[in-house]
């Protein structure tokens, strides 16, 4: 998605920019482009496609300047072009770059139009930009003046940074909704849409608050509030170092990945939400209507992100109404599958070079499936590239091979999509409130399922000596049991297997003796009570039970049972939650038993191979 980097200082901020970008690239974009401020003019520099053809440009024509703003745009509004990347004029004495989303930006734009402005672009930003004009205009209004009216005519979410030539020193800042960090130099002073970006230059941070409006020179920096008073931010040592696949204090890669999960969440959600409503312009540019014509999903993935369409069939099915059918690639591909009107083929890879999906993805084109969307991590990926749209699920790096904060990212992006797609079928405006604040206060939640760490490391050494285990969930938690079962046997070398819990009589029950441990999740739902009689079920025979159980379903330790509880969370978002502990139990059982946790035997991060 959308990244900012801006920067003010007594020496040439170009190469900062440039660098600035290039750490936001995981984001997810299709354009580039910076505005210098140059003698009082403001220069624009743009360009279609990677960070690396801005810098040739620059370099070819050697750019330099000491104030500047840039930005790395992925299609909403108006197709990936020149024009139609950011930063965006206004009469040539503003210019502006933005995250977010401007909802009202078609009546306003309709209103500029008859004030005689005319737009270079099809974005919501450009309005702003004129918006930002007409009050420096029309009355005798610094540029701060003007960006804080202006912004009280904008509805949705934005981060901006604005330069202008009648304050050729300044940078304006604002934020509503979508994240804004100041960075504290010596003798010069950044701004960015995520601290990643700027890390290498400082590790001192001021976090803009919804609603403020800050104004950076070499003078230094003045916060705003809603109310026009000067406020006094915090500022934040990052615990960052220079690059974000350095270990950060960890012991391992995999532990660090666990423990981002909540800011990896929060990303995933910037500026896709707003207050009650999902922003389906964060799927790509016509995403709307081609939702508007989907009668049905099918999900094509690997591994763990095949564990991740699993978990998504239940809310697609039960949620929003919609028939979910959910395959592994490497069978797709082969068993001759016959096209469906009105589908939408959805794929899932951390890496978007995963070669079963992308395969599958072609031979479904071939076969004459309908519109594609891609859920990845890596923007600049085949599958991105090959599909008509995308989510990018903004984990950051991920160095452990076995996957942690790329599948919840998924999960959260895919219920993004339920949202989006089951608005047209049987979710409703109080049921899409709802999930939409359930997702808000999913990083709270994660905090607190990491706040069981030291009592699931106690809990591991039962697994150190073991050979095999078994896992257990029913309904959407059977999913999480899977994806538990496959975090084991990666890193630890354990046997372990996953069943539905009702499945338990039909076979694996034969396997349940002291020897082997049974994780079961037991959350807070309806069917719980039919899960306490598949426990007993274990028990009887003897079996070593293990319940990771929501803190409200009554389930308790006892003779050959250990329970351990997660706070009381919401069925739709449980099932993330308590993939949090699994992830942790998997985590400690290997360090105990000495295995290479993040580079597992025989096991690679990415498979670009058949």
């Known amino acids: 998605m959308c990244g900012i980097v801006a920067a003010v200082s007594s020496n040439n901020i170009v190469p900062l920019l440039i660098a600035g970008l290039k750490k ?102 450009e309005v702003i930009a004129h918006q930002i004009h007409m009050h420096l205009k029309d009355a005798d209004h610094d540029v701060l003046t003007a960006v804080k009216m202006a912004v009280q005519g904008l509805g949705g979410s934005f981060a901006l940074a604005v330069v202008s030539q009648r304050s050729p020193k300044q940078i304006i800042a604002a934020r509503r909704g979508s994240p804004l960090v100041i960075g504290i130099g010596n003798g010069e002073y950044y701004l960015a849409s995520d601290m990643t970006a700027l890390i290498g230059v400082t590790r001192r941070f001021i976090i803009l608050e919804d609603d403020d409006f800050a104004c950076i020179s070499l003078d230094g920096v003045t916060i705003y509030d809603n109310q026009g008073k000067v406020v006094k931010r915090p500022e934040h040592l990052s615990q ?33 939400i707003t207050q009650t409503k999902v922003m389906e312009e964060s799927f790509g540019h016509g995403a709307s209507e081609i939702f508007d014509t989907i009668e049905g999903v099918n999900i094509i993935a690997c591994g763990t992100s095949y564990h991740a369409g699993l978990l998504a069939r239940y809310w697609f099915e039960a ?10 690639a490497s069978e797709f591909r082969y068993r001759k599958p016959v096209a469906r009107k009105n589908q939408l083929l959805v794929t899932i890879s951390q890496s978007g070079e995963t070669a079963d999906t992308l395969a599958a993805l072609k031979e479904a084109k071939t076969r004459g499936f309908g519109h594609s969307l891609t859920i990845c991590n890596a923007p600049e990926s085949s599958l991105v590239r090959e599909s008509d749209l995308c989510l990018m699920t903004r984990a950051g790096p991920e160095i452990g091979v076995a996957s942690t904060k790329a599948f919840t990212t998924q999960l959260v992006s895919l219920l993004l999509l339920v949202i989006a797609l089951g608005r047209r079928h049987q979710i409703d405006d109080a049921t899409e409130a709802h999930l939409v604040n359930e997702l808000r206060s999913l990083s709270r939640k994660l905090e607190d399922a990491l706040g069981l760490d030291e009592q699931i490391k106690q809990l591991s050494e039962r697994f150190a000596n073991k050979e095999h285990a078994l896992f257990l969930g029913r309904g959407a938690h059977y999913p999480v049991a899977m994806e538990g079962a496959l975090k084991l046997k990666e890193i630890s070398y354990i046997h372990a297997e996953a069943y539905a819990a009702g499945e338990l009589k039909h076979g694996p029950l034969a396997l349940v003796d002291a020897n082997m441990p049974v994780v079961s999740i037991a959350p807070n739902n309806s069917l719980l009570e039919k899960l306490k009689s598949n426990l007993q079920e274990v028990r009887t025979r003897g079996g070593e039970l293990v319940v990771f159980a929501d803190s409200e379903s009554g389930v308790s330790s006892g003779p050959n049972v250990e329970v351990l509880h997660v706070a009381p969370t919401d069925d739709v978002i449980s099932p993330i939650v308590f993939t949090v502990p699994l992830q942790l139990l998997a985590y400690h059982v290997a360090v105990l038993k000495g295995t290479d946790v993040d580079h597992p035997r025989n096991l690679a991060k990415s498979v670009t191979v058949e």
């Open 24 to 125: 936001l690239e995981y984001r997810g974009y299709d354009s580039a482009g910076i505005a210098i401020v140059d003698n009082s003019a403001i220069k624009r520099y743009r360009a279609v496609g990677k960070v690396i053809e801005l810098e040739q440009r620059i370099a070819s024509e050697q750019v330099g300047a000491t104030l500047g703003i840039a930005h790395t745009r992925w299609a909403t509004h108006g197709a990936p072009s020149e024009a139609n990347a950011h930063p965006h004029f206004s009469a040539d004495e503003i210019a502006i770059v933005h995250n977010g989303i401007i909802e009202n930006h078609e009546a306003l734009r309709a209103q500029q139009k008859k004030a005689g402005y005319a737009f270079d672009s099809d974005t919501d930003t």
């Open 240 to 272: 960052l170092t220079s690059a974000a696949v350095e270990l950060n204090g960890y012991r391992h890669y995999m532990l660090k990945e666990i423990h981002e999960q909540p800011y990896a969440v929060t990303q995933t959600l910037e500026g896709r």
């Open 319 to 328: 949620i929003a109404g919609i028939p979910c059918n959910v395959e592994i």
